[in-house]
Every structure is written in C-alpha cells, then in structure tokens.
Nanobody, 123 residues
Framework: QVQLVESGGGLVQAGGSLRLSCAAS????????MGWFRRAPGKERQCVAA????????YYSDSVKGRFTISRDNAKNTVYLQMNSLKPEDTAVYYC????????????????WGQGTQVTVSS
C-alpha cells in the first residue's frame, strides 16, 4: 500500500506561484511513477504532469507546459509540483497519484491517490 498526502495548496493571485508537495509512505513509492492530476469545477479530472521513478522522463499537459515543473526526491519519498505564472483557469483540486511501471496520463492506471489540495487563483 501507498499513502499519499498532498500539501501546499491555497489562494494566490494570477501570476503568482505555489509549490505542491506529495509525501508518500508505504512500500510501493519505490519504483512508482507519479502523477499530478486536477479536477476543476464541472470538468473531468485531467493529468497535468507525471514523472518516472528515476525522474528521467516527464510529461506535461499543453495547458501547463512551460509554467509547471514536476520533480521528485526519492530519498524523501516526496514528489513536487512547482506552479508558476498561475492563471484563474488553474483553479482546481489537485491530486497526486502513484502507479507501478511507466508514466501514463490515464487516471484509471493509477492505483493510489491522495486526498487532494485546493488551488484557487484569483484574477
């Protein structure tokens, strides 16, 4: 089992920055690919970023590319999402998720999920 706990969400003005953290515990963080997803009001959950176990492979959705950076510190069992130049359309609940194997954008393939953290960007 893997337990995931997100933190770092909050209210920020457009153009500002936030860094989300996802602390993992349990046996399966080792070797896991990690993803950050978000669900905006009235919209489906979407993958915004993902990272392989080694960190050598990453994915970003077009909507966040160039503004968000995913990283991980395996020694600390933590994955991060640095969010810069935030826009009101980034407002959503952000979730981290873990899966074995390679990264993917499909939420169906992620076995473990955090509880989510709210990010609100005001205009």
């Amino acid at each position: 089992q893997v337990q995931l706990v997100e933190s770092g969400g909050g209210l920020v003005q457009a153009g500002g920055s936030l860094r989300l953290s996802c602390a993992a515990s349990g046996r399966t963080f080792s070797g896991s690919a990690m993803g950050w997803f978000r669900r905006a009001p009235g919209k489906e959950r979407q993958c915004v970023a993902a990272i392989s176990w080694s960190g050598g492979r990453t994915y970003y959705s077009d909507s966040v590319k160039g503004r968000f950076t995913i990283s991980r510190d395996n020694a600390k069992n933590t994955v991060y999402l640095q969010m810069n130049s935030l826009k009101p359309e980034d407002t959503a609940v952000y979730y981290c998720a873990a899966k074995g194997g390679s990264i993917t954008t499909s939420d169906d393939e992620y076995a473990y999920w955090g509880q989510g953290t709210q990010v609100t960007v005001s205009s």
